[in-house]
């Protein structure tokens, strides 16, 4: 006799209906009873919600994956729709996984009636995490390229193949062209002006030809100014539309500008600088070469600028600096080039010129116009110039030797006297030749020991008598010979060498001027010469200080001679060094009176101890009255103001005696004795005689 079992929860079902459940693994589907316990968990619920199948079974709704606050609602709607059969409508929901952690998900339902009549509910659950997320990567993103377009002060427009303008962002409206209302529906070129339409329809052209990015700018004026922009046009040829991106690039373009500007023009005259000079020389001998025409190079520098500058003030010198450059601008043809090379150098480029005399108006109307004075914050200032004329073909075939010859020929006009201009010859050359071989030698000549302190004695007019010695610098270079100083100290000044170079001479002289002293057992004066270089040196007065301790000399055995061209530069730190010597007690004679413009000013405002009345004067004081009578005058304007007097240059006896009816203190020059070495001029100083007729 058979048994019947009471029918499970689990048997009470549709077989066929969990078969095909259970091959679904991808979507949770639960069985519940009436009472809301699980009869069914298939493996797509296990991998959503975490519990296995015998986990599950038997437990109610709400203890697995239902959240509590939603428990006021699941739980009754569940009832209605057993016991009233009020459906459950599917819809997104959030329940919970067994780690408590929220599951989104599309939940359905169904509801069965089993062979006991009883209601099983079936929920199908889809999980939504994916799609959520999908949908919330949508969302930033949309957002995000909605924030990128604000921020972008890019300009985008979408436009069709046939450049019709479809869509458009600008985060600042002012940026567009013209409104929107105006070009959207239109194309792009038959809204902007035809040079920039022409633009973009090259390179719309080149982006379909090519599938890629086409890049390029324009200008626009705009209603707030003339506006620099990039247009980049992309392809997309899955959607056959164009992507058009503007950028505003005004301040890029400004600072290329400057750049360009600081690269090729000179900041502070805005003329061409030297590298842009220099390339259109290139270019204007090309144009030259090709047309069958000859050319000019001027080279100009501003005499005695320097003395200005340092006198007046820098600032003083850029604005004279500025209005000289305007100056030769105004005087040239526009076709023409005027450039700064540096410092007070400037180049003058003539193209198209038929001859030298041609070259020789156009210098002259330079030096013309440099006639009237400058006006610069309240003063008139006069500036000359010297000028070097190099031609083409003539003179040279490239830049670099035109403006080497430019640039001999203009030393050529500064020993002219300044304020004058010089063509270029061949000699010249021979002339700057031999002023590189100097300048070349110069270097490492202390250490070759190459120069030689010489000595010329100073006499008592009245005693008659040895009383001191003028240091005087010797070169004797073994390539070159015997230099004379005339040759070699311009250089050295120029190269900054006299600094080291003037050192030696105050270390040799005084060091002789002890040894002099212990061997005769008499004072003895020494005089050394001062370029202005030396005063720029810093340590020029400790050195000298220095030097007079260790060789145990008293200051007053030192007299350091001055000419007019350190006074005139005015600087400060000549008139403070002067003062230290004076206070330490060194003698500070005047060189060279009478040469300068304004030495009796300086007479007043330095305090000089010694006047050295210029050998040019000395000369003609025994052939006429004018000399006789100026040596005469300075000799007693000297003496009124306490200062001793030196005359240069004596080599006759006759000019001696009327030095001495005059009253005149010292002498020098070739009649007593011509520069010595150091041991000649000891025995001479012992053996002293002056022979007189």
Request: overall charge negative.
């Amino acid at each position: 006799m058979k048994i019947n079992k009471p029918i499970s929860h689990s048997s009470l079902t549709n077989d066929p209906l969990h078969k095909m459940f259970d091959e679904v693994d991808a979507i949770s589907v639960q069985g519940y009873d009436e009472e809301r316990r699980v009869i069914y968990w298939n493996a797509g619920s296990e991998s959503l919600y975490g519990y296995s199948k015998e986990e599950a079974l038997g437990q109610k709704l709400e203890q697995l994956i239902i959240p509590k606050p939603l428990w006021e609602h699941i739980i009754p709607a569940h009832s209605n729709w057993v016991h009233n059969n009020i459906e459950i409508p599917a819809s997104e929901i959030t329940l919970l996984n067994k780690a408590g952690e929220d599951v989104n998900v599309f939940s359905s339902h169904v509801m069965f009636v089993n062979q006991e009549n009883k209601k099983q509910m079936y929920c199908v659950d889809i999980d939504l995490s994916d799609v959520r997320y999908a949908q919330e990567q949508a969302i930033f993103k949309e957002k995000m390229l909605e924030a990128v377009f604000e921020a972008s002060p890019d300009l985008f427009f979408l436009m069709t193949e046939e450049g019709i303008i479809i869509d458009y962002r600008a985060h600042d409206k002012k940026s567009l062209y013209i409104p929107p209302n105006k070009f959207i529906g239109k194309s792009m070129v038959d809204v902007l002006p035809e040079h920039v339409a022409n633009k973009f329809k090259l390179h719309f052209n080149r982006a379909l030809q090519q599938e890629g990015e086409a890049s390029f700018e324009y200008e626009l004026a705009m209603p707030y100014g003339r506006v620099y922009f990039e247009a980049r046009i992309s392809h997309l040829p899955e959607h056959k539309q164009i992507l058009v991106i503007v950028r505003d690039i005004t301040e890029r373009h400004k600072s290329s500008e400057i750049i360009r500007q600081h690269a090729y023009f000179d900041t502070l005259t805005l003329l061409p600088n030297r590298f842009l000079a220099l390339d259109r020389l290139s270019q204007m001998l090309n144009e030259a070469e090709r047309n069958n025409e000859c050319a000019a190079v001027f080279f100009i520098d501003l005499d005695d600028f320097k003395k200005v500058n340092d006198s007046l003030g820098h600032e003083v010198g850029d604005k004279l600096l500025i209005a000289a450059a305007n100056r030769l601008n105004s005087a040239i043809r526009k076709e023409d080039t005027v450039g700064r090379l540096g410092g007070d150098e400037f180049i003058v480029l003539i193209r198209d010129i038929k001859s030298e005399h041609d070259a020789s108006i156009i210098a002259d109307t330079l030096l013309n116009i440099f006639r009237e004075p400058l006006r610069i914050d309240g003063r008139e200032l006069i500036l000359t110039l010297s000028i070097g004329i190099s031609m083409y073909p003539k003179n040279g075939d490239n830049a670099s030797e035109l403006l080497r010859n430019s640039d001999i020929a203009m030393y050529q006009a500064k020993d002219l006297g300044r304020n004058a201009y010089s063509f270029f010859t061949k000699e010249m050359n021979v002339t700057m030749l031999r002023r590189f071989e100097i300048e070349e030698q110069m270097h490492g000549a202390l250490e070759r020991n190459e120069f030689e302190v010489y000595y010329q004695p100073l006499l008592d007019v009245k005693a008659k008598k040895i009383v001191g010695a003028e240091a005087l610098l010797r070169w004797h270079n073994h390539s070159l010979g015997h230099i004379t100083p005339d040759e070699f100290i311009p250089i050295a000044e120029h190269t900054g060498l006299i600094i080291p170079i003037g050192q030696f001479v105050i270390q040799q002289a005084l060091s002789f001027l002890t040894y002099w002293q212990q061997v005769t057992q008499n004072k003895y004066v020494m005089a050394v010469n001062l370029s202005p270089s030396q005063f720029r040196d810093k340590e020029l007065f400790n050195f000298v200080k220095n030097i007079l301790h260790d060789e145990n000399l008293t200051a007053n055995s030192l007299e350091l001679e001055i000419t007019e061209g350190v006074l005139m530069t005015g600087q400060s730190y000549v008139a403070e060094t002067l003062m230290q010597f004076d206070l330490l007690g060194v003698k500070l004679s005047m060189d060279d009176f009478g040469t300068g413009y304004s030495s009796l000013s300086y007479l007043r405002q330095y305090a000089f101890d010694v006047l050295k009345i210029d050998r040019s004067f000395i000369n003609g004081i025994t052939l006429n009255d004018e000399d006789k009578n100026l040596v005469k005058a300075a000799i007693a304007m000297a003496h009124s103001l306490g200062l001793a007097v030196v005359a240069e240059g004596v080599e006759m006896h006759g000019q001696l005696l009327l030095l001495e009816e005059l009253g005149c203190d010292f002498a020098q020059g070739f009649y007593f004795s011509k520069p010595v070495p150091a041991e000649q001029f000891i025995t001479l100083s012992k053996n002293y005689k002056l022979d007189e007729p």
